[in-house]
């Protein structure tokens, strides 16, 4: 049993062209006009916005509770699953009745530990903010609403342990922060099963109060009308500020180094490099450094992204990021890579940060993106939400009344000369940390030779040792013996061969899909082989090889399958490939590499690499590299959970990584029955 070719077909259709995307030549900035907030405050501390746009016939709410961050401890997790229990209706309407409601008016009601949010028709704003309110003020906290949730978020913690940007997301703020920092804390299944819903209640008591709250009403509705609404519906929450406490800024790294997480399935590499900001938007530096960054990872034909995907087409794409921050927060600039370029791209980026250091941007380049940048920016002043982010913007971070007015004529101010100062400042060369995760067997080796130097942390940023690379193989070990050892261990030579056809079932998930994903998958040992996921009743895709022909199944749509995709998945097409891999010519032993922590020889045939258990002799995964429009990409398949049956073990569980992960669980295997010449029409 392996993995079904072409898959990525199904699951990620990318089709990026490398183009340098023409700018016309910019004309006149635009003047802008964004509306001015007429402003009340209850006596508990609410603070209220009213913008009367009478447009459209809409209206947005914005309530955001401006809490400083505040770390949780060994109860990480709390805040979160207050926001996933806020919004099951209330004290006083159902979560289905409320639903309903929301869904019948053809409004949007969301709420989190932070606040809440709603936009409906102006003619339903009264009903909309009093089921907003009702929500947020008297929450209907359950324990089994509890339950299910914590439940669901365990699973995804689970998933998010396989997932590379997802370690490198904890990864780099727990070394940017600490861990005893609020940015620099992580959920964990440990921390998260010392919640309780009471602490879902105390951590809602003392922090959703309305000292620090603030309430913006955008659209078609009248302020008397909305002052006497917001009295009657908020007037009533209880006065109270939450607590503060103070941490210790962090700080940069006393000289670049990489910081290197070693993922054995990592078939790209996460490459992030970054440095400490205390950027605030009140700053004079403040527009130079938003053009400066556009300028150099933030344009998407900024120096970093045309270099690395158009440039080398190593990416599909990369990026950098600033901005002011209340708090000291960081730069950055991150990109994800194929292994054998690693080492390559840590080198570029480097090599642009000291460009746009060190030389003076062209003034086709400045102009460009600061066109651009506008554009963007007037485009999104047409949105309620963005006039609610800019109008809290303004109260919480102490920003001039007209700091929108003039943005655009701030980012036109910038000159050449000024991104380069910035860029000296915020973007650092000689203070950066190079956060990797991927694999270490195959861009260990690139990197050391950088000679920047190398620090080792596990997944969870705790200082590890360099983890163990491949290792030569023992003199006499031949693809033979391996073979043959795997086939001793799944149940032996006479058994194996008595196998003449195997149907597996089984299913798996995938993010945002309505419902399990059904794995069918039917070899036959003369050559022939169908594999099929279905979803609903609904064929999603479909691939079969027989005597004649190979053709895939998507959408409706048949599409044959010819020259080597077909001669290679005709050698795979059969229970046990492994029965004649070794006479197959250029197969060999290359090395020993560590796979899920235990060592694995590897076997190479080609494009394809099999992974057999040192101690146990099991197969335990195989890679294959396939290229693309001249781009390599490695599919990883994972095999675990063998079982016996009728004498020969099986794998039960099959982990896929096409850009995706494929977690399929087999439910059911069949040896030598349950398949048919029909099934490979």
């Known amino acids: 049993m392996k993995k079904i070719l072409i898959l990525s077909s199904l699951f990620l259709t990318v089709i990026m062209q490398a183009q340098t995307i023409p700018q016309p030549k910019p004309g006149a900035s635009p003047k802008i006009k964004i509306g001015k907030p007429e402003t009340f405050e209850l006596k508990n501390g609410l603070k209220v916005m009213v913008v009367e746009n009478h447009k459209l016939p809409r209206v947005s709410f914005n309530l955001t509770i401006d809490n400083a961050p505040y770390a949780e401890g060994d109860k990480k997790g709390v805040a979160d699953m207050t926001s996933s229990l806020l919004g099951n209706g209330s004290t006083k309407i159902s979560k289905d009745a409320f639903n309903e409601e929301v869904d019948f008016l053809g409004a949007n009601v969301n709420f989190s530990a932070n606040g809440a949010s709603a936009s409906s028709l102006s003619k339903y704003a009264g009903r909309i903010m009093e089921l907003m309110a ?35 997301d904890r990864v780099k703020e727990v070394l940017t922060y600490g861990k005893s920092h609020p940015a620099g804390e992580y959920v964990t299944e440990a921390t998260l099963n010392n919640v309780t819903l009471d602490d879902v209640k105390a951590n809602y008591n003392t922090y959703f109060t309305p000292g620090n709250a603030y309430l913006i009403v955008i659209g078609d ?98 990026r950098s990021s600033i901005s002011g921050d209340k708090r000291v927060a960081k730069f950055e600039a991150s ?94 060369a000689d203070h950066t940390r190079v956060v990797i995760v991927g694999k270490g067997t195959d861009v260990l080796p690139g990197l050391e030779k950088t000679k920047i130097p190398i620090f080792y942390f596990d997944k969870y940023g705790n200082p590890a040792e ?25 149940g032996g030579e006479k058994a194996v061969k008595a196998v003449k056809t195997v149907a597996a079932t089984g299913t798996t998930k995938i993010p945002q899909a309505p419902a399990p994903i059904t794995f069918t998958q ?65 197969v060999t032993v290359t090395s020993i590499e560590p796979i899920d922590g235990n060592d694995a020889y590897a076997v190479k045939d080609g494009d394809t690499t099999h992974y057999f258990d040192v101690k146990t002799g099991l197969k335990v995964a195989e890679f294959k590299t396939e290229e693309e429009d001249g781009k390599k990409n490695t599919a990883t398949t994972f095999l675990k959970d063998y079982r016996d049956v009728k004498g020969v073990k099986v794998p039960f ?20 029955e349950g398949v048919t010449d029909a099934d490979f029409q």
């Open 134 to 168: 009702d929500g947020a003020l008297h929450p209907n906290f359950t324990q089994e609403e509890f339950d299910k949730d914590k439940a669901k978020y365990i699973e995804s913690l689970k998933n998010d342990e396989k997932s590379v940007p997802s370690i490198s």
């Open 221 to 318: 509705v009248k302020l008397k009308e909305v002052k006497k609404m917001v009295e009657k519906l908020f007037g009533g929450w209880k006065a109270g500020i939450a607590p503060e406490v103070t941490y210790t800024d962090p700080k940069d790294v006393q000289y670049s180094q990489i910081n290197f997480v070693d993922m054995p399935n990592a078939v790209q590499s996460v490459v992030t490099t970054m440095n400490v900001s205390n950027l605030k938007m009140t700053d004079p530096d403040y527009f130079a450094a938003i053009v400066a960054n556009q300028i150099l990872g933030g344009d998407f034909n900024s120096y970093i992204n045309m270099n690395l995907r158009e440039a080398h087409g190593w990416t599909y794409g990369a």
């Open 335 to 428: 990109t994800e890579v194929r292994n054998a370029v690693t080492d390559s791209t840590v080198v570029e980026i480097f090599k642009e940060i000291n460009k746009i250091r060190t030389e003076r941007v062209t003034d086709e380049m400045l102009s460009n993106v600061k066109a651009g940048y506008i554009g963007r920016f007037v485009m999104q002043i047409e949105k309620p939400q963005t006039i609610a982010t800019y109008a809290l913007r303004i109260k919480t971070q102490n920003l001039p009344e007209d700091f929108y007015e003039n943005y655009i004529k701030n980012i036109n101010a910038v000159t050449a000369e000024d991104v380069q100062r910035v860029a000296n400042k915020y973007f650092l």
């Open 466 to 490: 360099k983890p163990a690379l491949s290792k030569p193989v023992p003199a006499g070990i031949t693809a033979k013996i391996v073979l043959d050892n795997y086939i001793k261990a799944i």
């Open 522 to 586: 039917k070899k036959d040992a003369k050559g022939k082989m169908m594999a099929e996921l279905n979803m609903g009743g609904m064929s999603l895709f479909k691939q079969v090889v027989n005597d004649k022909e190979g053709y895939m199944m998507q959408q409706g749509q048949k599409m044959p399958i010819e020259g080597k995709d077909l001669a290679d998945m005709r050698t795979t097409a059969v229970p046990f490939e492994e029965l004649t891999l070794a006479a197959k010519p250029g």
């Open 653 to 672: 569980n099959i982990v896929m990584n096409i850009g995706i992960e494929l977690d399929i669980k087999i439910d059911d295997v069949k040896i030598n």
